[in-house]
């Protein structure tokens, strides 16, 4: 299930992960019911200003966002 962060939490989650690269403004961790926060895996800057500036598809960000993720330097 997918969530924002700012959800309640509720018996029927799962495991909760923040996946951003930047920690929430004015949000101490201690707050959130995380179990994890995985700003590793999220698209560079470099990758999602392309993207958000339409200077690539849909299609070429998510592919190069998996082969971002597939690389060694996150295994």
Same mark, same amino acid.
């Given at each position: 299930? #997918?969530k924002?962060?700012y959800? *309640?939490?509720?018996?029927? $989650?799962?495991? @909760? !992960?923040?996946? =951003? @690269? #930047? /920690? #929430? %403004?004015g &949000?101490?961790?201690?707050?959130l019911a995380? =179990?994890k /926060? %995985? /700003? @590793? !895996?999220? *698209?560079? *800057? &470099? ?7 339409? &200077? ?10 998996? #082969? @971002? %993720?597939q690389? $060694?330097?996150f295994?």
């Amino acid at each position: 299930m #997918l969530k924002r962060v700012y959800a *309640p939490l509720e018996d029927r $989650d799962g495991v @909760r !992960v923040l996946v =951003d @690269r #930047l /920690w #929430l %403004c004015g &949000k101490p961790r201690n707050t959130l019911a995380l =179990d994890k /926060w %995985c /700003w @590793r !895996v999220v *698209p560079s *800057p &470099k990758l999602r200003r392309h993207y958000h500036q339409q &200077k690539m598809s849909h299609a070429v960000f998510t592919t190069r966002s998996e #082969l @971002r %993720c597939q690389s $060694d330097k996150f295994k």
